[in-house]
Nanobody
Framework: VQLVESGGGLVQAGGSLTLSCAAS????????IGWFRQAPGKERERISC?????GSTYYMKGRFVTNRDNDKNTLSLHMNHLKPEDTAVYYC????????????????WGQGTPVTVSL
């Protein structure tokens, strides 16, 4: 059972980036699947969640779009108009539902993918 993120890297401010999370051992439709990020020296914060019953929920609004591909068993995060303060390690996570998409209730974490936004 694992979640594997990909797509992180270095991007200039104002640019866009799409992260992907591939699930194995679980079916994404059976969970609330979402994204968190953790910047250096800061707490992990949630970005979004998607579940079959709850749809998509955004905790950070405006520049992030989450899409779930049930056929590929993946979740993506498209980020627009990136800023240096978006620099962080981005994590994919699975919980029983989006209602439990909080750090203390996550069942499965990915290993994270780093994103660096430069000026």
């Amino acid at each position: 059972v694992q979640l594997v993120e990909s797509g992180g890297g270095l991007v200039q401010a104002g640019g866009s980036l799409t992260l992907s999370c591939a699930a194995s051992g679980i079916t994404v439709t059976d969970y609330g699947i979402g994204w968190f990020r953790q910047a250096p020296g800061k707490e992990r914060e949630r970005i979004s969640c998607s579940s079959r019953s709850e749809g998509s929920t955004y905790y950070m609004k405006g520049r992030f779009v989450t899409n779930r591909d049930n056929d590929k068993n993946t979740l993506s995060l498209h980020m627009n108009h990136l800023k240096p303060e978006d620099t962080a390690v981005y994590y994919c996570a699975a919980a029983f539902s989006c209602a439990q998409m909080s750090v203390g209730y996550i069942d499965i974490w990915g290993q994270g993918t780093p994103v660096t936004v430069s000026l």
